[in-house]
């Protein structure tokens, strides 16, 4: 019975965090429908453990539940709410190992990582790493839903089970890869830049265009602006949005492209100068293709990625993101180059 106390005990730290998960699956349209996973987690954790039985402890369990617990007890460490969720996730999980054993533990792997697929912004980072839409991302996480349903079944008739160091090797070595994969994005801090928009800038002549009814109700709480450049033959379009409250109003922009049916060709961190850094994406829609540079921005700090836009956000603040795109005639060194003088000409009408 003492165990059992513990384990609902150990549901605390999801609770604390619940308020931002019914705000993301509110307001969110990527995570809106990502409560589903955790509705399917409960049957599937009673179905798991139905044949199971607590064994001695195994405080090999602490290696994970300590770190686990300092994650998502103190987010103003990393200021990543979807860290802190998926840590509270892993706690449960901790618990599970800590106080029933590994063979309790095991059988709990795959309900932990049907929660895991309901984190916030999870969708986002599964079609970042497939290059695909959202939805095909969202199909993704329907598929490995199936897969470990399947996998608890298996479970329960055979009673096999794969050893604790060689499943613990695994998903370290698989977190470090997914961390490795953002490190740039996620950390690098560069040097301010909030553009005004002149008339004239350099050799580029802008203008301001009225966002359309549709833009506008998308950044409902955040102020849009959207303006057109040209030089010559070049043609670049500009929007930037200060970020109101709501920060589900700010989407990264491959995202945005792919939802609109755009293939994204490639997307990097573009380094212009040590201090100062975009993502740059390439992407398809028929014949047409385009070139586009996108950063995030306060007064104190700008940085190319939105994972560390969403590192950095505190409700209350002034955020800005900026986005310029341009059409590429098969000549992508050349938009590259139109890009760059555009916002070297943008600095110095600073």
Known sequence: MTKIILLLLSLLPLCFHSPYLFQAWSSSRLDRWDWIFYLISIPAALWAVRKAKFEKCDFYALFMFVPMLFLTAFPSLHHINALSVASAVCVCFAAVWLLGGWSLAYRAVPVTLITLLGTPSSSYQLSLLLMCPVWIAWTVKILLTVVFLVWIGYNNRTGTQLKRGTLCFSAAALASGFLLLHTGELYFEGRS??????????????????????????????????????????????????????????????????????????????????????????????????????????????????????????????????????????????????????????????
């Open 193 to 350: 830049f909030i553009p005004e928009f002149p008339v004239r800038c350099g050799e580029f002549w802008g203008r301001r265009i009225r966002p359309d009814e549709n833009t506008k109700r998308f950044f409902a709480t955040s102020k849009v602006e959207q303006y057109r450049y040209t030089k010559n033959n070049t043609d670049i379009s500009v929007l930037s949005v200060k970020c109101g409250k709501n920060i589900h109003e700010i989407h990264p922009a491959s995202h945005c492209l792919r939802t609109s049916m755009w293939t994204v060709h490639s997307e990097k961190i573009l380094y212009l100068n040590d201090k100062f850094a975009v993502t740059e994406i390439e992407a398809q829609k028929g014949k047409n293709n385009i070139l586009v540079w996108v950063w995030y921005s306060s007064e104190k700090f700008s940085t190319p990625g939105f994972l560390g836009f969403r590192r950095r956000f505190r409700p209350g603040g002034n955020y800005y993101t900026c986005q310029i795109s341009l059409s590429l005639n098969g000549d992508v060194e050349a938009g590259r180059s139109e890009l760059k003088n555009l916002m070297q000409a943008l600095r110095k009408a600073q």
